[in-house]
DNA sequence: GATCGCATGTAAGTGGTTACATGATTTA
DNA sequence: TAAATCATGTAACCACTTACATGCGATC
């Protein structure tokens, strides 16, 4: 049985994908999966270091002049098994903890004038996110028939923009209903 | 400066909404902010004996004959000002872990039909929260006009209906596309 | 001369969860 | 008679994050 810790499963995946440094995984995480993923550090060296205890990953390191050496991992037959374990699973549940929505929902506690700047804070920050996800989305359409692997990077990519779109629209929702809204 | 900690302040916040109980606050989560927030005993319990030593919340204890007595906290003047200091704030860059997405994107290292699958088993999740969702609506429709506190948790649940409008179209995108690729 | 990118790491702290303990009452 | 509801709590554990430390080379 797996262990319920996820972000060890990511980094098993991601040396999947090719053998890397912590320092190549923090990279790849916010280029590629930053939408539904994030890792720090202070997570990624101490995980790695139990790969090689566990026998998931093995170590080589690259000399480098005026640099720090680079530690590459790359993943094990015992690793691909650890996780092919974890993808069989039924995923968890997910336990939701929206901030912005929580600050939301208590919005009444503040001026009318805090709610609306609050969502068009959170709207820019969103116009940010498609910027990014439409250039991911012109990179990925091209080669995702190469390979089933390509597709499921597209198509994980997609529900990052159905999800975009619903959270634009509802932006527009709130702030015509909160225009709208006499004062008190 | 408020704390990083958010359940803190939902906690504040719904003791807000009216007097309550830790297992009140339990039942009122699942009821009405589920969609977006969770909270366990564990977490519940100690964060109100913190509020009483912070003078944030007061007590008053309900015997009960053949029942354990109810402990209901009641938030203070003090437990107002720093809820309303932290919705001020604007809300941190929320950092998102999709374990659905993680298992997704590796899912090429699985048999395609497990792909289905997967997508199956959350379309059918995603389809009891609909109906939870569409008798929320129902409810919260109604007085959504009476004060902008109405106002904000119909609109707080709405993002919930675009965010799951999403997710359902991704899930027929995704189930057709992977139907109709070819196996390796 | 400051900051950014490269590159690795750790120690202390945070913000929780899980599992357990208790026990009467009501419902299936 | 088993399980669910009511009701409170704690101790051990977990999965991280934050802040710090190091240091060279390149860019602004």
């Known amino acids: 049985m797996a262990k319920g810790n996820a972000s060890r499963y990511v980094l098993l995946g991601l040396l999947d994908w090719e053998p890397m440094s912590g320092y190549d995984i923090k990279k790849t995480v916010e280029k590629t999966i930053r939408d539904f993923w994030h890792e720090s550090y202070g997570n990624i060296y101490p995980t790695?270091?139990?790969f090689l205890a566990e026998g998931l990953a093995k170590k080589t390191?690259?000399?480098?002049?005026?640099?720090?050496?680079?530690?590459?991992?790359?993943?094990?037959?015992?690793?691909?098994?650890?996780?092919?374990?974890?993808?069989?699973?039924?995923?968890?549940?997910q336990r939701a903890r929206d901030e912005f929505l929580a600050k939301f929902i208590f919005g009444y506690l503040v001026p009318r004038q805090t709610n609306i700047e609050q969502i068009e804070h959170y709207r820019r920050k969103l116009d940010e996110r498609l910027e990014w996800?439409?250039?991911?989305?012109?990179?990925?359409?091209?080669?995702?028939?190469?390979?089933?692997?390509?597709?499921?990077?597209?198509?994980?990519?997609?529900?990052?923009?159905y999800v975009l779109?619903?959270?634009?629209?509802?932006?527009?929702e709130a702030l015509s209903a909160l225009r709208d809204y006499p004062d008190e």
């Not at 089933?148 to 529900?159: D, G, I, P």
């Not at 779109?165 to 527009?172: I, S």
Request: charged share 40%; hydrophobic share 30%.
């Open 61 to 93: 390191v690259e000399r480098q002049q005026g640099r720090p050496d680079r530690i590459v991992y790359q993943i094990t037959a015992a690793g691909r098994r650890e996780l092919v374990d974890w993808l069989e699973e039924p995923p968890r549940p």
């Open 133 to 161: 996800y439409r250039e991911m989305e012109a990179l990925l359409k091209r080669d995702r028939l190469q390979s089933r692997k390509k597709l499921l990077e597209y198509l994980t990519l997609r529900q990052g923009g």
């Open 48 to 50: 790695l270091k139990k």
């Open 165 to 172: 779109e619903g959270h634009l629209r509802w932006c527009e």
